[in-house]
């Protein structure tokens, strides 16, 4: 129940009319963030060099367009009044009064009424404005007049308190807070009688126009003398402004007069058709407390606020629709209606006519596009298709998500790329003659068509489709062009025709379908000519709207040739929604919807073709004129200025030495970096449309580091010099340590070749030692010989021995026999105890690291492997360890056990291996 009474209020509050909103020009707001000064502005004025002065309490400020600059009095009073005269500025203060000169980008002051003694110490004298009145200067308070012929200062003193003198008619009058109004003649203040209606009357502007003479007091509105009398200004706008307090009042061009009020901002009224605009705090202005109004040489307005100052493009092609309390919504189009606009928004559908603002009832919900065909506007809204006509709304079918609707090029029916895919509609009357292209069920949100049968889509999300379809509408084919055309990032395709080609913006490059390859081609000449695009809208076959490196440009296509105009980003910084970018164009005037509302503008029809555009540069904050240095590793600040605030302003582009492409200045500001040491050319170029043409130039140097100066170069070479002599005092030194060396290397070398030829002497020694060793060794193993020979001999004896017994039958010669062998045999028995003792010298080493390995081995084992490291066969070793043939092999096999070797391993190798 809750939910339910809260939508019904937000429908009653949407369907009510809403009166906050109106088409105004656009207005620049400068707050104390922005020019770093007070608050109260009391004075506006434009000087020569196209600057704008303000006097804002405290300080003088300047602005040039790019930068802002405030300036004190000595005194440091407040400024209250500025009036220019050539090339000087001239201020009012508290009991002072004089002029500001700029001179290298710096405002100097010169005080005219310093030490004058022109003061009394009675009155409380604060110049409150400053006029110029028969080639002299005047300096008025509420107290006195003080007049300046360039020399000497005249005062002169009311009789009466004053609010302000005003030169109408070569006349010079003077009003009075309540006695009326007088002229000041020979010295002289004189009362004007026929104007005595104006008596007990602040009066705050007197203004002439088309031969009659506005006064406008504070709280009585405005009086008029025509033709000899005086009336109260006949307008309903002036029971208004009875209510409002009126501060200031101008005319301007195209017989609109301006007032601003103390407290419901400015009023423009228009005598031509008797409407007037209300630009206050409740709309666009920052404050609605006008305190001062200055028009510029565009004829567009300056207000001084009692709150910051605002620059109001009263003289501008430009309108803007703001919503600021939130009503609105987003807008994603807007028309033209003959009674005002249509617009359609995330909210809904919303009316302006009249200058009244209302929601158009049952229109709640996102609203994507608005198409006027014939008298009809065509409303794509989430919820369906709505048609707007002679003030009905209603719904034309359900088709949810109209996001666009084109005429097809090919005949009369129209194409609709809605949430659900494309829609063809023979007849927009009949909304029951509409057909589906089947098979594609998707997001479709731009479509387009040139030749019969053939559709191209875009999905909302990503891809490009080629639907190809009989007359029936029953799709044929059905393909993702960009997928089959290897296009991986196809995010976001966006879709425009030109010239009867339909062309493909995919990624930030541009394509077209070649049908011969069937896919996709870039197209060189849009690649070349629109680099850097996310948008675009076509408004006619000749012209469209693109949006380029964040900035809106109009182009017009001119045969082969585009002209391209900028649209200041001014005017939509920050409030473009992103992919849905809407033009609608109406005899001359472009719609653009922003994320707040929209924008009513002209195109300009050429570009200023000669600006006078002036260029300073700061390092620093410090003044840095042309052809001058600047140290090394500076940030060069250069202030691009044309002297134009409104839309005359130009289009300005800039290169650095003249290399690379041309860059856009922003906001007339820009910040030169790391530049390298030498001298640098900075060219401002004017944008024509077309071509880049040069205005004005700046040259500079940049000084070479500290560490490439001369004092520094004659350092390095002074420390290069030191060097070089230390370096042959090093040198020279290094040659007496070097000969003394080679004296001491020489007394080494003979030292050591001494003790070389003791260690030759001692080695040859050795050497000699070392042979009768060898020749002892070799008598050892002489020795060994002979007791082998020995043992042979007893094998003999034994073999002998055996024959005998086998042969001999007689015992006592058996006898006999053996007694004479075994006493032969005697005689080597001293020869077998020398062999084993030389055997054990010779095989000292052999026989200690077996023992060591194999420590479980037995003297007899030790002793086998003696005789196989001499290479001994197993029937010679027999007799050497007194055992059988059959013994030996026996303990060869025992001796391989103990030793862990396979049957494949040889006994032999093993032991000459150890």
């Given at each position: 129940m809750k939910t339910s009474l809260l939508k019904l209020l937000f429908l009653f509050c949407l369907s009510s009319s809403f009166y906050a909103q109106e088409l105004l020009p656009f207005v620049e707001n400068y707050t104390k963030l922005n020019y770093e000064g007070d608050n109260q502005t009391w004075n506006v004025a434009q000087g020569e060099d196209d600057a704008m002065y303000f006097a804002n309490n405290h300080y003088l400020l300047r602005y040039d367009g790019v930068k802002w600059e405030k300036n004190m009095l000595p005194n440091k009073t407040v400024i209250r009044s500025i009036m220019v005269k050539d090339k000087r500025i001239y201020s009012g203060s508290y009991k002072e009064f004089g002029y500001w000169v700029r001179k290298n980008a710096k405002m100097h002051y010169v005080s005219i009424s310093n030490n004058k003694q022109i003061f009394s110490d009675r009155d409380n004298e604060e110049i409150w404005k400053i006029f110029e009145f028969n080639n002299k200067i005047y300096f008025q308070s509420f107290n006195a007049l003080f007049q300046f012929d360039g020399k000497r200062i005249k005062s002169f003193k009311f009789p009466f308190l004053a609010s302000y003198c005003f030169v109408i008619n070569n006349q010079l009058l003077v009003a009075a807070v309540d006695k009326g109004i007088y002229e000041f003649k020979d010295s002289q203040f004189v009362k004007i009688q026929r104007w005595s209606l104006l008596e007990n009357n602040v009066i705050h502007s007197i203004e002439k126009h088309q031969n009659k003479i506005y006064f406008f007091t504070k709280k009585k509105g405005i009086y008029v003398d025509e033709n000899g009398g005086l009336t109260a200004w006949k307008y309903p706008l002036n029971e208004i402004l009875k209510g409002a307090s009126i501060n200031v009042a101008k005319f301007i061009k195209n017989n609109r007069l301006v007032v601003g009020t103390a407290n419901r901002g400015v009023y423009i009224f228009d005598l031509n058709t008797g409407s007037y605009r209300n630009i206050n705090r409740n709309n666009v202005l920052m404050n609605s407390s006008i305190l001062s109004i200055a028009l510029d040489k565009e004829n567009d307005l300056w207000l001084g606020l009692d709150n910051g100052i605002a620059h109001v493009e009263v003289n501008s092609p430009v309108s803007i629709f703001h919503d600021n309390s939130g009503t609105l919504g987003s807008v994603y189009s807007v028309v033209k209606t003959d009674k005002g606009y249509l617009m359609a928004s995330n909210y809904g559908v919303f009316k302006y006519e009249g200058d009244v603002f209302s929601f158009i009832p049952n229109s709640q919900g996102q609203s994507w596009n608005i198409s006027k065909i014939d008298n009809k506007y065509l409303i794509g809204h989430d919820e369906g298709t709505f048609v707007y006509e002679n003030g009905i709304f209603s719904k034309l079918n359900g088709v949810n998500g109209g996001w666009n609707l084109i005429k097809s090029s090919i005949n009369n029916s129209y194409l609709q790329a809605s949430y659900s895919g494309v829609y063809v509609y023979d007849d927009l009357q009949n909304s029951d003659h509409k057909v589906m292209i089947p098979g594609l069920l998707k997001p479709i949100k731009y479509i387009a068509q040139n030749r019969k049968n053939e559709i191209w889509a875009a999905d909302n999300y990503r891809g490009l489709y080629r639907v190809v379809y009989n007359d029936s509408y029953e799709p044929l084919k059905i393909e993702n062009i960009t997928q089959k055309s290897k296009i991986t990032n196809d995010f976001g395709v966006k879709i425009f025709e030109f010239r009867n080609e339909i062309l493909y913006l995919i990624n930030n490059s541009w394509y077209t379908y070649n049908s011969i390859a069937d896919k996709l081609v870039k197209n060189e000449f849009f690649n070349t000519h629109f680099l850097n695009v996310s948008d675009i809208v076509k408004i006619d076959e000749d012209h469209f709207v693109i949006l380029q490196d964040g900035l809106l440009y109009q182009v017009y296509a001119n045969e082969n040739k585009f002209v391209k105009n900028l649209f200041l980003e001014k005017y939509y910084k920050g409030k473009i929604i992103?992919?849905?970018?809407?033009?609608?164009?109406?005899?001359?005037?472009?719609?653009?919807?922003?994320?707040?509302?929209?924008?009513?503008?002209?195109?300009?029809?050429?570009?200023?073709?000669?600006?006078?555009?002036?260029?300073?540069?700061?390092?620093?904050?410090?003044?840095?004129?042309?052809?001058?240095?600047?140290?090394?590793?500076?940030?060069?600040?250069?202030?691009?200025?044309?002297?134009?605030?409104?839309?005359?302003?130009?289009?300005?582009?800039?290169?650095?030495?003249?290399?690379?492409?041309?860059?856009?200045?922003?906001?007339?500001?820009?910040?030169?970096?790391?530049?390298?040491?030498?001298?640098?050319?900075?060219?401002?170029?004017?944008?024509?449309?077309?071509?880049?043409?040069?205005?004005?130039?700046?040259?500079?140097?940049?000084?070479?580091?500290?560490?490439?100066?001369?004092?520094?170069?004659?350092?390095?070479?002074?420390?290069?010099?030191?060097?070089?002599?230390?370096?042959?005092?090093?040198?020279?030194?290094?040659?007496?340590?070097?000969?003394?060396?080679?004296?001491?290397?020489?007394?080494?070398?003979?030292?050591?070749?001494?003790?070389?030829?003791?260690?030759?002497?001692?080695?040859?020694?050795?050497?000699?030692?070392?042979?009768?060793?060898?020749?002892?060794?070799?008598?050892?193993?002489?020795?060994?010989?002979?007791?082998?020979?020995?043992?042979?001999?007893?094998?003999?004896?034994?073999?002998?021995?055996?024959?005998?017994?086998?042969?001999?039958?007689?015992?006592?010669?058996?006898?006999?026999?053996?007694?004479?062998?075994?006493?032969?045999n005697e005689v080597y028995k001293h020869e077998w105890e020398i062999f084993e003792t030389n055997l054990n010298q010779i095989h000292n080493e052999f026989i200690t690291k077996l023992s060591k390995k194999y420590p479980h081995l037995t003297s007899k084992d030790i002793k086998l492997c003696v005789y196989l490291k001499m290479n001994l066969s197993s029937k010679e070793i027999a007799p050497l360890m007194n055992i059988s043939f059959r013994g030996v092999e026996l303990h060869r096999y025992r001796l391989r056990k103990k030793l862990n070797l396979s049957q494949d391993d040889n006994l032999s190798n093993f032991l000459l291996s150890i």
């Open positions: 992103n992919g849905n970018l809407k033009i609608f164009e109406s005899n001359g005037n472009y719609l653009l919807n922003l994320d707040d509302g929209f924008v009513s503008f002209k195109f300009k029809s050429k570009a200023n073709l000669n600006p006078q555009l002036k260029i300073e540069a700061f390092d620093k904050g410090v003044y840095v004129a042309n052809n001058s240095k600047i140290p090394y590793n500076s940030e060069l600040s250069i202030n691009v200025i044309s002297g134009k605030y409104g839309v005359e302003k130009p289009n300005i582009f800039y290169k650095l030495d003249k290399s690379g492409g041309f860059i856009p200045v922003k906001e007339g500001k820009i910040l030169l970096n790391n530049l390298e040491s030498g001298t640098h050319n900075f060219v401002a170029y004017n944008y024509s449309g077309s071509n880049y043409d040069e205005v004005t130039a700046f040259d500079f140097e940049v000084a070479k580091p500290w560490y490439f100066s001369f004092w520094m170069i004659v350092v390095y070479l002074l420390v290069i010099g030191a060097v070089l002599y230390l370096y042959y005092k090093w040198n020279k030194m290094r040659y007496l340590q070097k000969m003394k060396l080679r004296e001491e290397e020489l007394k080494h070398q003979k030292k050591i070749l001494e003790m070389e030829l003791k260690a030759e002497n001692e080695l040859n020694i050795q050497e000699y030692e070392k042979h009768i060793l060898e020749l002892e060794v070799l008598s050892k193993s002489s020795e060994v010989a002979g007791k082998s020979l020995s043992i042979a001999k007893q094998s003999e004896m034994i073999e002998n021995i055996q024959r005998i017994l086998e042969t001999e039958r007689d015992f006592n010669k058996l006898k006999s026999e053996i007694k004479k062998v075994i006493k032969i």
